[in-house]
């Protein structure tokens, strides 16, 4: 079953504790500091534009979820993910419409996808969490531009 969320996704209420929850926000925050600075050594900047700064969410082992952003033509863009340290395997794919601009379904825990938006509009990028050890495990979402 396919889930489309708002671009207020905040982290699922399902956790099992506040404890557990805060650790894996933190996880999911710092590994997303990381991906600004190495994505702003290759030339690239958060693009606030698209959703405000970030996107930090929880799914079940093999859940998905699917978040609409609006892109500018003739933008180059970074969308990547991360997640806790209870996944191991998260995919991101990116479409128009019912065309594949990008995807990273390599079995590691940050999926980069870099492409050139060619039409301005909504695109729908797609998360998988496709190895979870512990459920729910938390995510983290960018998109950078340049």
Do not use: E, H
């Not at 969410?57 to 969308?79: K, N, S």
Request: proline letters at 2%.
């Amino acid at each position: 079953m396919k889930t489309i969320v708002s671009v207020g996704l905040v982290l699922a209420a399902s956790l099992a504790s506040a404890g557990q929850a805060q650790a894996q926000v933190s996880t999911v925050q710092s590994l997303l500091d990381q991906m600004i600075a190495i994505t702003s050594g290759q030339g690239y900047q958060r693009d606030v534009s698209t959703f405000g700064s970030q996107i930090i969410g929880a799914l079940d082992d093999d859940g998905v979820v699917q978040i609409q952003v609006t892109l500018r033509a003739g933008t180059r863009y970074a969308i990547g993910g991360v997640c806790d340290s209870d996944c191991s395997d998260l995919d991101l794919s990116v479409t128009s419409g019912t065309t594949v601009v990008g995807s990273d379904v390599l079995s590691d825990d940050t999926p980069i996808v870099t492409f050139t938006a060619q039409n301005t509009g909504p695109y729908m990028v797609k998360i998988t969490m496709a190895t979870c050890s512990a459920n729910p495990c938390s995510f983290g979402l960018m998109v950078f531009s340049k």
